[in-house]
């Protein structure tokens, strides 16, 4: 029972940081809030300021000069709601066993993109934590903080058809990527010496890591309305490297999408096979491809004004095994977004289901 306290405690102590843990999910720097509504499908449709996290070669998609003063998310995880419920729900370390707590916060500020060049200056945190064993606890933890610039260019061929773009990355991160054991001396510590220390220590490690990437995507010509289009991304060339503090493995994502006029409404839909290389070993042994990293996606929007979003976007899609929705709000300038969606975290598509909830504010001219 002491043990149990204590490691209450440490948990108790971990949640009043901005911290990160993971099982087995997928590592990235940045999100869009509206790739994750359209199922995370994003890779021929990049073309607004997050252009730089998904594809370059979205750039020449960027039909307005769109300056990104500030905006702030935020994204939690069912299991963070019921930790403020009463003695029913994670009374002990039991009952957390097997559970995700899911957290993140996102700052963008002062990004440029246009269809030709772009950058994008960023921080956030990010929590994850995860009990997997209640009668030996050990803890699946990631815990940083990060911040960074992105940049890109962009160039069209073949009477712009072909678009090339070539950007990279600049990151920061402080914390700590690791499995923590009631054994280990950390943990040993905290409990029987109330000292924090060497915690401390392992969530102050600092490094920084620089990397490029590269996306081309081809417009083919127009069929009944529609503007096919596929697209080949590489993220994260050679990975970005943290040290004790993680990495974000290269990817190699493959895209395509089409986009078409209804009514007044502009119709999206997209598809993606993400990590064709398998560098975030997401696919199981003796499998070549895994259903976990199909993404499909649709929007439509009503209204598009001038810092390139529309007044009014409706989202769907299919993240790997689950479905995702979302929606954004364009007040001439003020822009709300809004996803709900799901992410696996388990060792295969649809093992173990973490349902999640994202919201933007975001000033975009």
Known sequence: MLVYRNLSILLFFWSGLSHIVQAAEPDFIRESIRARGMGNAFTAVANDEMVLFYNPAGLRSVHYNMYHIVGFNTT??????????????????GDLAGKNIHNEIDIG?????NSRFGWSIFGNTFTDLQVRNPIFPYFQAKLYFQYGIAVGMAWSFLDYQLDFGIGGKLATRKGIDRKLHIADEEIIEL???????????LAQTSETSLVPD????????????????????????GGLQFGNAGKVPMTMNLGLSTESELNGFDITLSADYRDLIDGQEMVSDGNYLSDRNVKLGVEFGWNRLFN???????????NGPYNSVGWSANLFGFKIDFAKYSEEIGGFAGELEDKRTSIQLSLIF
């Open 109 to 113: 500020l002062l990004s440029h993109v």
């Open 214 to 237: 590269l996306g081309v995507i081809y417009h083919f010509d127009s069929i009944q309305n529609m503007e096919p289009k596929v697209a080949l991304s590489l993220q994260n060339i």
């Open 76 to 93: 939690i995880n069912e299991n963070i709601n019921n930790l403020g419920k009463s003695s029913g729900s994670f009374s002990s370390i």
């Open 308 to 318: 390139g979003h529309h007044l009014i976007s409706l989202r769907a899609g299919r």
């Open 191 to 201: 409990v029987e010496d109330k000292k924090t220390t060497k915690l401390m220590k």
